[in-house]
């Protein structure tokens, strides 16, 4: 099913991108239902799908595909080298989002295909295309003296320009996506990735809650900020990082 779902999407995509050369592709994954392994939530596909209609809609952007629940899948955003196919799947697009449960260890799906934690040791993201990413769930930027976020994180920058996502826990929520997505394409401005970002946590979340962001570094230079300035394609500027960058810029913000 999710093959020949795949197969009409790419139809769709090489249509989207024939008519506008410039089209940039984004896609998204939730989970809601975990099949027992966690609480199951409520909201991620509102969540998502927000996101993800949003910046499709952009004349600069086009959507490559939407996975929810059991057709969400780990190998999806694990890397060749590590037994996924991130090739094929995130890794081929400029923009990926998730939302569900997650941790200090990496985000959680439903289903155990391949299996239901992508842990930072799978992940090698930007190697392909993947340009940002945010992972819409608890703790997976959390940054402690114990257990340092580039640490865990830093071996997934292979071209990736940021990760956008949480120190704490966060909620269930419906609409920050969408809201995300608004304060990037123009609809309500064009902040930068990370701007929208916290602003969408702060919208969305209380005081005890706080919003992430963790980007590559370009050139060594500490008095500039390169990647974290980033905005999305077609409305603003971006850095191209190196894979392996020299270092990383990272934040937490009170909600």
Not at 120 to 149: F, P
Request: hydrophobic share 35%; net charge negative.
């Amino acid at each position: 099913m999710k093959l020949a779902v795949c197969a009409a999407l790419g139809i769709l995509v090489l249509l989207l991108t024939t008519s506008n050369s410039i089209a940039y592709e984004v896609c998204a994954e939730w989970v809601n239902e975990y099949n027992g392994y966690l609480d199951d939530l409520n909201n991620n596909d509102e969540n998502a799908q927000g996101f993800y209609n949003e910046l499709r809609s952009d004349s600069y952007w086009s959507g490559a595909f939407i996975y929810g629940d059991d057709l969400a899948w780990e190998s999806d955003w694990k890397d060749p080298s590590k037994g996924g196919h991130d090739d094929v799947f995130v890794d081929d697009t400029h923009f990926a989002f998730f939302s569900g449960h997650g941790s200090l260890k990496g985000f959680y799906f439903g289903t155990e295909h391949d299996d239901h934690e992508l842990g930072y040791l799978d992940a090698l993201w930007g190697n392909k295309k993947m340009d940002w990413i945010t992972i819409d769930a608890c703790e997976v930027l959390r940054d402690e003296w114990w257990s340092h976020v580039t640490w865990r994180w830093g071996d997934a920058f292979e071209g990736l320009h940021s990760i956008c996502g949480f120190h704490t826990t966060t909620h269930d929520v419906t609409d920050r996506g969408s809201r995300f997505a608004k304060r990037m394409d123009g609809t309500w401005a064009e902040w930068t990735i990370i701007q929208a970002w916290i602003q969408a946590a702060k919208d969305t979340e209380g005081s005890d809650t706080y919003v992430a962001a963790l980007a590559a570094d370009a050139d060594g230079d500490d008095n500039t900020y390169d990647c974290w300035n980033d905005h999305i394609y077609g409305h603003g500027s971006q850095v191209d990082p190196p894979a392996d960058p020299p270092f990383w810029w990272y934040g937490k913000y009170q909600c």
